[in-house]
């Protein structure tokens, strides 16, 4: 019965990050997975949210303060106690492991899965079998990874080296890898068992909170400590009081990477057209373009090119034309302009990051 | 007395040509000659009109019946009798021509001055030196054209290829040759001998519709017929009549060429910064850049560039970023936005000319 909900398992989504390689789009004010970067009417959180749907009616998000109205406000499902609001940013543990002390205090052990609100996912049900076969496992007292069937030499994601099978689709984690250059990522590639790290964690919340109180025990104590105060009057004064002592660390430096080391990470392979739009030019790349090769999104304006293979539009309000530009990239918002090409996109962070100012 | 008019001098201006490589600043109803394209307040018809006003204060402007009044507007010290418009567009020899005949039929025989109303010249002081001498030259009987001293081997101008001396600063004209390739132009640099050619010419009326009746009767009498029912009530219906009949010709292949092989055209070699701003490459070059290297003309709106050399801004009324490309043009009007770089400006014609659809 792979299409009714998992027996306690809950979806935890951490919504941060502002993306700023997609500015103007993105900004401090609408991040990325507020954002319809597809054009599909839904924003990436929406997209998350709807395609964990089918798996639970159970999902935290864990988001900063700005935003916490705004989620409420796209996820009209969620409830205001289902929005765990960060009083800053303090990376991927304390986010991921709040949420496994909240949903424990509230309801005992239970299996958790993390998916961030900001990826894309082009085959959902793929998706959701990856994550059944994950929650098997994670019962089993594993720390799981879903690791994404690499399809080209990417540069852009650590990879997974997968070791001895454990259970049908299931195999130990032998070891994690930071993102490799070019040569080595087509090394992994040619010698196969390898899978890109997509951040995604199944895991019981004794089993996540048990390592990190052998692995980094202010965390796992301090979260326990807000944990026990979140749905009391005491919620402000403890957050305020542990949230800023907590250790800002990835959950794959805290946990996955000597999780692994010791035998206890298991990883699931899949392969469900997984995205993380870092930029411009993987947003190009999952989009259809027009017949003239030209990827319109939210463009109330004609785009016309010449001579300009692959043109992406994005948001153009104006009778735009490109003449001799491969891979230009024109997105507008209602405050900026951004010109560049798919090449260029990695470039686009100065901008979002630099101050505006008109030279004299 | 270099600083008064020139006795008899009549300078005449043909103003006609979109300038399609200059969309979407130049468009069918606001041609290149009636913008201020160097952002200097003036169009470049102004510009034209006030560096000749200081040789005459007789100037004839030839232009498109649909021109005619917009030219009026921009030039308040033109009356309307100075404006000749023409029906419709028939090149450059039937436009000269019919300013030769009217002045003639109007004053007698004057020596005349045809420069286009779409030049940009650097020093005007040095060009109105040109001038006087090739009145000078006119009055002996010669076709004279002024040899602009070429700064590099351009293929975007035809070449005068220079003779014998005739009088202090004037030369005989061997012939005119076409736009070169890149190798002839460097070989013709490199020889010495030759000038770029800029359509600029000075001549008697008489010899001017004499030659004319030799080579090319059919314009010689056309114009003469029409010029004299310029002031009269018949000036329509003889316009009607005549002005579609006329053989569509450049003036350099009507009279130039052919009275180069007779010996009876010379040439004022000079030097004064002068520039046909044919796209936006060109344009870009006589424009200066802001300390951050951008171009920047009209722009209401910050320009920011990041990892992009010689970017040119124009007309921009949003903050705008450009990422990543070596000399970007952006230019923006009210209907239009284009994005192209100077390497591709060359190009911008097909956007100029392409109806506008947007792909179903």
Redesign the interface.
């Given at each position: 019965m792979t299409q009714s909900p998992i027996e306690g398992f809950v979806a935890v989504v951490p919504a941060g990050g502002v993306g700023s390689r997609l500015w103007?789009l993105s900004q401090p004010e609408r991040p990325k997975f507020l954002l319809d970067l597809l054009g599909s009417g839904s924003s990436l959180l929406q997209e998350t949210l709807e395609r964990l749907a089918p798996l639970t009616p159970d999902v935290v998000v864990v988001t900063g303060v700005a935003h916490a109205e705004a989620v409420l406000a796209q996820a009209p499902g969620l409830t205001a106690s289902n929005v765990l609001a960060e009083p800053s940013p303090r990376d991927s543990m304390a986010a991921i492991a709040l949420a496994a002390a909240v949903v424990e205090h509230r309801y005992g052990q239970r299996v958790i899965g993390s998916f961030a609100a900001d990826h894309v996912i082009q085959n959902p049900g793929a998706f959701r079998e990856a994550v059944r076969t994950a929650v098997g496992s994670a019962l089993e007292g594993y720390v799981v990874t879903i690791g994404v069937e690499p399809t080209e030499p990417s540069t852009a994601f650590g990879y997974i080296d997968i070791g001895d099978p454990l259970t049908p689709g299931v195999s130990l984690v032998n070891q994690f890898t930071e993102k490799p250059d070019g040569e080595t990522a087509s090394r992994m590639l040619e010698r196969g068992g390898f899978a890109w790290n997509a951040g995604m964690f199944v895991v019981r919340t004794d089993v996540l909170l048990g390592k990190l109180a052998a692995l980094q025990p202010g965390i796992e104590s301090g979260v326990r400590r807000i944990a026990a105060a979140w749905d009391t009057p005491d919620r402000e004064a403890v957050l305020a009081e542990v949230w800023p002592t907590l250790t800002r660390i990835a959950i794959d430096h805290a946990i996955a990477e000597p999780g692994a080391a010791q035998g206890g990470v298991s990883v699931v392979r899949a392969e469900f057209g997984w995205r993380d739009i870092g930029d411009f030019a993987p947003l190009a790349d999952v989009l259809d373009a027009?017949?003239?090769g030209?990827v319109r999104v939210a463009c109330e304006a004609?785009v016309?090119v010449?001579?300009s293979d692959g043109v992406v539009a994005i948001g153009?309000t104006?009778?735009?034309?490109?003449?001799?530009?491969d891979g230009?990239v024109?997105v507008?918002t209602a405050?900026?302009?951004?010109?560049?090409?798919r090449?260029?996109?990695q470039?686009?962070k100065?901008?979002a990051t630099?101050p505006?100012?008109?030279?004299?």
């Open positions: 103007p027009d017949a003239d030209v004609d016309r010449f001579g153009v104006k009778p735009l034309s490109v003449v001799g530009i230009a024109v507008e405050d900026a302009l951004l010109v560049t090409t090449s260029s996109a470039l686009v100065d901008a630099e505006s100012a008109t030279p004299s």
